[in-house]
């Protein structure tokens, strides 16, 4: 049975250790160890000198042995077995115990308490396995102390080792799942399912700008797991990552963690790891075939330029359409993505690391090297805690400042401090996808800097916006030398009339994909709920107040554009906003619409004056209303331009879609606007539910000067 003030700690605080001038060594003690060596000599001394600051701590909570002291806070309790570490094990020692002078509790001895702890044990576990020294060799690995320390020594037990390791590797993990990533300043990104064992995780890599490594995530699990892709790419995010700049992503080509770097990217550049497209290809095709074509395909990928790139692949799809079409499938699915590092002309040493997610795979190894060295790790039944646990050791393994080798210089020479130039040329932000258009190689840049340092972090800087204005994004051009008073652009190769053909005809069928995609759009636009109107409008037209149903001039369906024309506006009195007015000039004659029983309308805050002067002035003829209640802010358009759809049954009012930002720049075509409506083109052909309005093609078709024609008209 215990006693009370053996197991309840006093709540006093530690007391500080206290070092004594001067500490006498019994060197007769420790002569015998003088001849095993200075370490060991050391050792010996080491260990007086630790009992006499354990004394020196007794008394100073104690007071002074044999001496009466009735106002002492603690008393002396006698010595018991302890140990302390030394050297990555357990040595034996006396350690005297001191209670509360009240019987509060035992208090802590503080020579003791600091050289007792076991954490030093875990990083010495630690180093030494990942240096390579297995769990039952590691004995071999500590200093030596001395026989007379060694064999009183423990926690050199393989298992005790293992259990350190595992524990440490554990908090490592931990540490690395927290981590705080909002300074990082990542311009590649390498995703891959990884198997261990009998498991598969999901591992995220980042580049830094300066080229360093960074484990960044680990989850168990598969990359075709849409809900764990976008679920670790949102850790990222909620742990400080910034997502808003553009990033090169390697991905190993699974389509849910390409649509999640979407989903959860601004602005990403997808590059396919092309070690997966060749296992994926060779799995395809009999074991005679699997070199023939990997050589070929290996060539493909180290040619000249992307285009000659996707000559050679096609080349060989087409020959293994006729023998083996499932290997041919799979050679041109995301062909185009397996040759974006290609495409960005990035240097020779530095593509060997983008061209593939074998970064990753490289820091795994050293991991699954390791954990084999571990007994705990090593067996079958705690599998699940190597594959959590394996990358935390793996954080370690990678060392601090690793980076990525610096690129040759031209020629294939040295590059001295080396010039990783290529760039990536962007887009405005805003929605319908990332935006990014891939281009040549920039001009040097000075230091060692990622290949995509220039790209990433000078171009496409932030807009700036005036209240309804659709801004002036600056224009970044890289340097070159002037070419005729114009700036030297790198173009693309000149080619055959049968090249250019070929070419163009691999992009008509994206051109047919993006065709469909668009259709399928409209589709479920026309499947979208609709939102009753319920409160009443005004707006001021030429022929004085209207209500929103009045702006249906009646017809069925009504597009409004909020247009920015008002005081506080740039271009105001003379112009409406630049954006607007653009808009507003590729806007088809409206007879068109009119024909497909839809009204297009203008509204601003802009007196009708005002607006009729301008509309006049720059020719045009849409109608435009103003307005004059809170419709805008209601809609949405209150502090920025959009096109809100409506549709009525009767006299009631429903709202039925809305675009904005990047959305508009598609309206203006008749096409665009009809298939942003509830009841799309009518036609025959298009997907629509139910007993909606369709007539065939082209009955509808009219010449705007006669927008009252009935019969129909031959397209030809």
Known sequence: ?????????????????????????????????????????????????????????VTQLAGPKGTH?????????????????????????????????????????????????????????????????????????????????????????????????????????????????????????????????????????????????????????????????????????????????????????????????????????????????????????????????EHRMRAAYHAPSALDAEAQLLALARELDKTHPGAATSLREGLAETLTVLRLEIPPTLARTLRSTNAIESMLSICREHAGNARALAGRHHGAAL?????????????????????????????????WSCHLSMRGSGGGGSGLNIMGPSPKLDGTRDILAMSLGAVNRLRGRRRGSWGRAPIWRPGGTSVNGHLAMNTPPIVSPQEWEAARLQLL???????????????????????????????????GKVSLLDLFDGRRQLIVYRAFFEPGVSGWPEHACVGCSFLADQVAHVAHLNARDTTLAFVSRAPQTDIERVKARMGWEMP??????????????????????FIRDGDRVFRTYFINSRGDEAMGSTWSYLDMTALGRQEEWEDSPERYPQTPPYEWWIWHDEPHRTDPIDPA
């Open 69 to 293: 002291n009735p106002d002492r806070a603690a008393v002396r309790h006698g010595h018991e077995h302890g140990s302390v570490t030394l050297g990555g094990r357990r040595v034996p020692v006396q350690r005297p115990r001191v209670r509360a002078a009240d019987g509060s509790g035992e208090l802590p001895v503080a020579a003791y308490e600091l050289f007792s702890g076991t954490e030093l044990l875990g990083r010495l576990a630690l180093e030494r396995m990942l240096g390579g020294l297995s769990t039952r060799r590691y004995g071999l690995g500590l200093e030596p102390v001395g026989t007379q320390v060694e064999q009183t020594a423990s926690g050199t037990s393989k298992s005790a080792v293992s259990r350190r390791f595992v524990a440490m590797t554990h908090t490592a993990l931990a540490e690395l799942l927290a981590a705080d990533l909002s300074g990082l300043d990542l311009v590649c990104l390498l995703v891959d399912g990884v198997h261990f064992a009998e498991h598969t995780c999901v591992v995220a890599l980042g580049i830094s700008i300066d080229g360093t490594k960074h484990p960044l995530a680990l989850v168990e699990g598969s990359t075709e797991n849409a809900t764990l892709a976008r679920d670790l790419l949102t850790g990222l995010r909620e742990r400080g990552l910034d997502t808003t700049r553009p990033i090169l992503c390697v991905l190993d080509g699974a389509k849910a963690l390409h649509r999640a770097v979407l989903d959860v990217f601004d602005h990403p550049v997808i590059a396919r790891c092309q070690q997966h497209k060749l296992r994926n290809v060779r799995d395809k095709l009999p074991e005679r075939l699997r070199g023939p074509v």
């Open 509 to 543: 069928v994206k051109e047919k994909e993006l065709t469909r995609a668009r259709d399928a759009l409209a589709a479920e636009r026309r499947r979208m709920p609709w939102l009753a109107v319920e409160k009443e409008y005004e707006f001021d037209g030429p022929k």
């Open 624 to 645: 435009w209303y103003t307005l004059t209640d809170g419709f805008d802010a209601d809609f949405g358009v209150d502090e920025w331009h959009g096109t809100n759809a």
């Open 387 to 419: 594959v959590r646990r394996r990358d935390g050791g793996g954080r370690q393994t990678v060392p601090p400042c690793q980076r990525l080798p610096a690129p040759a210089g031209p020629a294939g020479g040295a590059g001295g401090r080396g010039c």
């Open 1 to 57: 049975m215990g006693k009370q003030y053996q197991t309840t700690d006093a709540e006093a605080s530690t007391p500080e250790l206290t070092i004594p001038a001067e500490v006498s060594v019994a060197l007769a003690e420790i002569a015998e160890s003088a001849t095993e060596g200075l370490l060991a000599l050391a050792v010996g001394a080491g260990l007086q000198v630790l009992g006499t600051l354990m004394e020196e701590s």
